[in-house]
């Protein structure tokens, strides 16, 4: 029994994961906490669910639009309201993301209601992998599968490509970055892309097993503060693994303590190691 909810909690975390490294790269690219992240995650998987309800196609067809529409709304999203905030003082940026998120939110359950939606006819619904004594749902391990691949593209993206580079120098020192010709508005802009991104994968393969409603980021979002905190600020490696591990936490918390502990212990979790390590178990 332990092995099975263990085995629930890594392909979980594979999910948290993907959430975080959308999160930790606004971080340390532009050292903004963009607390309208959970909200580009329910946009995701509305859009999921009303391309499905409307045109009748599956989540996972409709994947790639999907990830092309979140990549819109971050690439908006800078544009619009964080490029005039950017250098701003204090916590400016800060609350300009939280109201945006609390607009989201609100436009959200005014334009389709607050009921939950459900997707319950993809492809995956209702099917299982059994491996052994391990029984898991087929939705769960496509989604964990869809979340490793698009964690290990935006590793290799930011790692190997010249693009990549770029984003990591702006992220090093933005003044040193322009005068060596580097576009860090272009980047900006094209790093709260890529986070939007991250988020409408996520959002798309969490449709298909998750209730859909307006605060339905909201839960995630604080998971991947947490997540990000704990990996360090700007570490894509560090959101991967402790989003596997509050993946672990969660379900193994749940199965010992009760569902309504699970959090409970994830955020006890993340208290300790911030005493022990305040930089994150990742962190430099």
């Given amino acids: 029994m332990l092995t099975q909810i263990i085995a629930t909690g890594i392909l979980m975390g594979f999910v948290y994961s993907l959430v975080a490294v959308g999160l930790t790269?606004?971080?340390?690219?532009?050292?903004?906490?963009?607390?309208?992240?959970?909200e580009f995650l329910m946009i995701s998987m509305?859009?999921?669910?009303w391309i499905?309800?409307?045109y009748n196609v599956d989540p996972l067809l409709s994947l790639?639009?999907?990830t092309i529409m979140a990549f819109g709304i971050g690439y908006g999203t800078?544009?619009?309201?964080?490029?005039?905030?950017?250098?701003?003082?204090?916590?400016?940026?800060?609350?300009?993301?939280?109201?945006?998120?609390?607009l989201l939110r609100n436009l959200a359950q005014?334009?389709?209601?607050?009921?939950?939606?459900?997707?319950?006819?993809?492809?995956?619904?209702?099917?299982?992998?059994t491996l052994g004594p391990i029984i898991i749902g087929l939705p769960q391990v496509f989604a964990a599968i869809g979340s490793i691949l698009m964690?290990?593209?935006?590793?290799?993206?930011?790692?190997?490509?010249?693009?990549?580079?770029?984003?990591?120098?702006?992220?090093?020192?933005?003044?040193?970055?322009?005068?060596m010709g580097i576009p860090t508005e272009k980047i900006y802009a094209l790093t709260f892309g890529i986070s939007g991104a991250c988020v409408g994968v996520a959002g798309a393969l969490m449709s298909t097993f998750f209730p859909i409603h307006p605060q339905s980021g909201a839960l995630y979002s604080l998971l991947a503060f947490v997540i990000v905190a704990l990996g360090g600020f700007g570490n894509i490696k560090g959101a991967l693994y402790s989003g596997i591990l509050i993946g672990i936490t969660e379900a193994v918390g749940g199965f010992l303590l009760g569902t309504q502990f699970k959090y409970a212990i994830v955020f006890l979790m993340y208290l300790v190691v911030i005493q022990i390590r305040p930089k994150g178990l990742f962190g430099w």
């Fill in 25 to 38: 790269l606004t971080w340390g690219v532009l050292d903004i906490i963009n607390f309208a992240h959970g």
């Fill in 110 to 129: 005014f334009l389709w209601s607050p009921n939950y939606r459900f997707i319950n006819q993809s492809f995956v619904a209702d099917k299982k992998l």
């Fill in 52 to 54: 499905y309800t409307l």
């Fill in 151 to 179: 964690t290990l593209a935006i590793f290799y993206f930011i790692e190997r490509t010249k693009t990549g580079r770029a984003i990591q120098a702006t992220a090093l020192d933005k003044h040193t970055a322009l005068l």
């Fill in 64 to 66: 790639p639009l999907t």
């Fill in 78 to 102: 800078y544009k619009v309201i964080i490029r005039k905030v950017v250098d701003a003082p204090g916590l400016t940026a800060l609350l300009a993301t939280f109201g945006f998120s609390l």
């Fill in 46 to 49: 509305y859009s999921a669910f």
